[in-house]
């Protein structure tokens, strides 16, 4: 099993696969191999696996995300343990007789980080293969080389340190899958792929956006004027912008520039502080006074 051991040695010495190791380590388990071709070995683990796929998944049962089997899972096992007695303990419940033993077991401070992490290249349309499907990325990151981190119900993709891309894990295949704001730096230098470019068929927007591309209308100068506003995205952020637009909105002036003038206005606010005529007022070069200018001006009107 790689995801466990990496190679295999003679009777139970093994390499154990890193992130394995780290798993334990984070758990607090030392790992012991079984020898090779002895299933009698591990034959009182693959009954526990057993006993519980009979307790629990009998009959099965179908949910719609991970979350909701978790959820449901957490709570079957903590009503069959309020509910059956302790194997050695038998005048106690399994639930009381862990009550009694959390004072003496070592707290866990946070669940385990687990993924599974491989290279990848981006191709120049910001996107990555991955498990059959393609996920994009942001534009940045185009034909570079990046790291994927796979958990069981998502996919993040790394640049470095930094996080260029969380999608949804799908387990189909030959799906591709877009986040249309991975695009915008594409779209601000080309916007009439606003309307044709596949990353942006069926975006839903943010309720202001949506409001402000309807008040525009349709049209290669109004695509023009809305990409305007989304660029903005990039700077100034998706909540200020935001806020800019429904400013704009209310006060009736559909207008791009106006949006950004108000953006602009966000970036540097007026001063509260009262106005100090003496100090606000006072120049920088003051002027100085020497009269003897005015003879050059007689001296040339007189040559004139």
Not at 122 to 127: A, D, E, I, K, N
Request: neutral net charge.
């Amino acid at each position: 099993m790689k995801t466990a051991v990496t190679t295999v040695f003679v009777g139970k010495e093994r390499v154990f696969n890193r992130r394995f190791l780290v798993m334990a380590d984070h758990y607090m388990v030392e790992p012991t191999a079984c020898s090779p071709a002895a299933g009698w070995e591990k034959g009182q683990v693959e009954h526990q696996v057993q006993t519980i796929r009979g307790r629990f998944f009998q009959p099965r049962l179908r949910f719609a995300s991970i979350e909701e089997l978790n959820g449901w899972l957490e709570a079957e096992c903590l009503r069959w343990a309020a509910t059956h007695a302790h194997p050695e303990q038998k005048e106690l419940t399994v639930a009381e007789a862990l009550d009694l033993e959390r004072s003496a077991l070592q707290p866990m401070l946070a669940p385990f980080d687990g993924f599974h992490e491989t290279a990848h290249a981006v191709t120049g349309t910001c996107l990555i293969s991955f498990d059959r499907n393609r996920y994009s990325v942001m534009a940045k990151a185009a034909r570079r080389a990046v790291q994927v981190r796979a958990y069981a119900d998502r996919i993040v993709v790394r640049l470095g340190d930094e996080v260029i891309a969380e999608h949804a894990r799908h387990f189909g295949r030959d799906r591709t899958i877009y986040d249309p704001w991975h695009y915008l730096p594409v779209l601000a230098n080309k916007p009439g792929a606003l309307r044709n470019g596949a990353p942006f068929q069926g975006w839903d927007l943010p309720p202001a956006l949506t409001r402000l591309r309807r008040k525009l209308g349709g049209g290669d100068e109004a695509d023009r004027r809305f990409v305007r506003v989304l660029a903005a995205v990039m700077t100034d952020g998706l909540e200020a912008v935001e806020a800019a637009i429904r400013e704009a909105l209310d006060n009736g002036a559909v207008s791009d520039e106006v949006i950004l003038n108000i953006l602009a206005r966000y970036r540097d606010p007026p001063s509260e502080r009262t106005l100090d005529v003496v100090v606000d007022l006072k120049l920088s070069h003051p002027p100085i006074a020497d009269c003897a200018r005015y003879d050059t001006v007689r001296g040339f009107n007189a040559a004139a």
